[in-house]
């Protein structure tokens, strides 16, 4: 396979297979950025594993006891195990956060990478890569933290979750890559009406934000499209996830605390947010590529 991406339309196979293609050959580095983006997230998970095991233990034993209790009862089974649940908003809001921080901060990391490559250069310095998307940062995590929140509306209806997913799989490369057209235009359109410079840049931070979401949906919509992103997020989602669940079973064995294992869990989604972020901004470059006929741009145009 050619260096990773040429600007042609791929495979499903040929994004996943990029994915990892590039985390290898740059696995230092990118796992570097991504445990550093995600070191506020890895310690708050640190400080509250004891907590959140010992909720989930109470929550457990709780439901056991009132199966065990209310049998033949199904309602009231029902009712106990919702009343011993309430302890569990706290934690979920601090896992969704969490996960919001990893993800979407690792996802800006790598559209920074890719477009680099897109571009026919060099993957920057792990400090470069920093440089470039912690001003842009704040965008891909407050996606992840309304993508994570639709995920929790959606559960029950597991067709629009998905849907989710794939129409915001580019929104963090779009923050990252286009971030800069959209500013200056918005700028240069608000100073020229008489705004103060201050002020125009300011509004034009939220303007990133409703561009990248209007993007997303010009990509994203078309039935073709949503079509093989749910193939490509479906294996992406089943990759990381079976992973994760493989090394938290492994270190449950091995391992006599469940905090550690707790955060070990987190740790071990750390190491493979590289190839989820990777392979959303090859999906974003892709997407380009068949909707704008990106390949037939100079390189130096891509984003």
């Known amino acids: 396979m050619e260096p990773v991406p ?4 791929r495979t499903v196979g040929e994004l996943l297979d990029g994915s990892f293609v590039l985390y290898r050959r740059h696995f ?5 950025v991504a445990t550093l983006v995600s070191l ?10 004891e907590e959140s095991t010992a909720v989930l233990s109470n929550v457990l034993y709780d439901t ?4 065990r209790r209310n049998q033949g ?6 009712r106990d195990s919702l009343q011993s649940a309430e302890g569990l908003e706290r934690l979920s809001v601090i896992s969704a956060l969490i996960q919001a921080v990893s993800r979407g901060g690792a996802a800006a990391a790598m559209a920074v990478v890719v477009g680099a490559v897109a571009a026919g250069q060099a993957p920057p310095g792990w400090w470069q890569i920093l440089r470039r998307s912690l001003p842009r940062m704040h965008a891909a995590i407050l996606a992840q933290a309304i ?11 597991l067709p629009l979750g998905i849907l989710a997913n794939v129409i915001s799989m580019p929104f963090a490369a779009i923050a990252v890559l286009e971030r800069g057209r959209v500013e200056t235009r918005v700028t240069n359109a608000l100073t020229g009406r008489g705004t103060p410079g201050w002020l125009a840049s300011l509004l034009a931070a939220p303007a990133v934000l409703v561009d990248a979401t209007a993007r997303c949906f010009a990509l994203s919509w078309h039935p073709m499209t949503i079509g093989r992103g749910t193939i490509y997020v479906g294996f992406l989602m089943l990759f990381v996830s079976v992973f994760v669940s493989a090394v938290s079973v492994a270190l449950a064995l091995l391992i006599d605390s469940v905090a550690a294992v707790y955060w070990v869990q987190h740790y071990a989604e750390v190491l493979f947010l590289p190839i989820s972020g990777i392979g959303a901004a090859l999906w974003y470059i892709d997407l ?9 741009l100079p390189a130096e145009t891509f984003a």
Request: charged content about 15%; aromatic content about 2%; hydrophobic content about 50%.
């Open 147 to 157: 993508l994570g929140l639709l995920t929790g509306v959606f559960c029950c209806c």
């Open 64 to 67: 056991l006891e009132s199966a």
């Open 73 to 78: 009862n199904l309602l009231q089974h029902l």
């Open 40 to 49: 506020p997230a890895l310690v708050v998970a640190g400080v509250t594993a």
């Open 6 to 9: 040429s600007l042609r339309p």
């Open 28 to 32: 230092g580095k990118l796992l570097l």
């Open 288 to 296: 380009r590529v068949r909707r704008e006929a990106l390949d037939l």
